[in-house]
């Protein structure tokens, strides 16, 4: 387990994560994924403290995980159905969450459709003066931080099982290919890849690649015949072809199509897709040979990356990255429950 102490009572992003933060959390999940292979798989670390899980938005993988993660840590849980809840009668999000607070909860751990809500009660408990850590589980088309951490594990505890850390990613190729406009996965896997000294490449259709980053490539030097573009102080490229993001790439991460989060037709058709910016067998060529493929979930298949190269364990590491989740989300729980402020 790791030793650093742990002083940052909430999680709600990862643009200002310290890489030895980024190594604690990697360290202690490693010691998580022990426990959760022994035939006991549930430790006292939180007992008596209880986790509220204040999903407004629906989810299944993320949800589950951190009510399985919170159960295997000792600790009470909290799960709040918005469809049964007061809020149809007019109750606010920050009074819902000043309810669970008044039940006991210690940890709160928020999803919902729009961005700033887990900053938003983060901040009311601060300012309430109570010790209540808020855990980001996703908020619009911000951030989602326990699945880039857990994208991060799964990476680096594939490298050195025994010892995951940031370092392991230095000069590393990664690809992430998709609907990066829509996808607050995006936003928080760049934080913490590019904290690692990997280069991270972005590629997409012009119309689902942030104009954000557009701009911040602005003055770069382009590369000829290729719309690309480096971002200052950050290993981070964009590619509206999918070809020079895949060249040589280590890790291959694609995203969903996130067709209810879009509000107008960016896309021709999602055949189309599929042919320019599918992930295949014949576009893995162009990577390394040991190349591995992510996808955060849920997949359409066929769209983002053919069915049959989801199911091969030789390329995909979906099946692990399910697996790293209720082991990161443990270890962040674990983390924030033991908090020095």
């Known amino acids: ?3 650093t102490v742990w002083t940052r009572r909430h999680i709600l992003s990862l643009a200002d994560f310290t890489p030895a933060e980024y190594d604690t959390i990697l360290q202690t999940t490693a010691s998580f994924q022990e426990v959760l292979s022994r035939r006991t798989k549930k430790v006292p670390a939180l007992q008596g403290q209880m986790v509220a899980n204040l999903f407004f938005e629906s989810s299944t993988r993320t949800r589950s995980s951190f009510e399985l993660a919170a159960k295997r840590l000792s600790a009470d849980t909290l799960n709040f159905a918005p469809g049964t809840s007061s809020l149809s009668k007019g109750e606010t999000i920050l009074d819902t969450a000043k309810t669970y607070l008044a039940m006991g909860a210690d940890m709160m751990v928020i999803r919902h459709r729009e961005a700033g809500v887990p900053q938003a009660i983060a901040f009311e408990m601060d300012r309430l003066g109570v010790r209540v850590g808020v855990l980001n589980a996703g908020d619009g088309l911000h951030e989602h931080p ?11 505890s594939l490298i050195d099982f025994e010892y995951p ?14 609907d990066i406009l829509h996808s607050r996965v995006a ?3 760049i934080w913490s890849l590019t904290a690692t000294k990997a280069e991270v490449h972005l590629a997409g259709p012009p119309t689902l690649l942030p104009q954000l980053f ?17 971002i200052p102080n950050r290993n ?12 040589d790439a280590d890790f ?4 969903r199509l996130q067709k209810e989060r879009m509000t107008a037709h960016l896309l021709p058709s999602l055949r189309e897709y599929h042919q320019r910016y599918g992930i295949t067998r014949d576009r893995l060529k162009l990577c390394q040979p040991d190349v591995k493929v992510l996808h955060p979930g849920p997949v359409n298949r066929g769209v983002e990356i053919s069915s049959d190269l989801m199911d091969d364990p030789q390329f995909s590491l979906i099946s692990q990255q399910v697996t790293s989740g209720v082991a990161v989300r443990m270890a962040l729980l674990y983390l924030m429950g033991s908090s020095k402020i």
């Open 1 to 3: 387990m790791a030793t």
């Open 187 to 189: 936003r928080s896997n």
């Open 146 to 156: 326990s699945q880039a951490l857990l994208d991060l594990f799964t990476i680096t």
């Open 165 to 178: 850390r940031i370092g392991l990613l230095a000069g590393k190729k990664i690809a992430i290919v998709g």
């Open 252 to 255: 291959v991460m694609t995203l």
């Open 236 to 247: 981070l490229f964009l590619h509206w072809d999918i070809e020079p993001a895949l060249k």
């Open 214 to 230: 557009a701009e911040w490539g602005t003055g770069a030097e382009k590369r000829e015949g290729s719309s690309i573009a480096q």
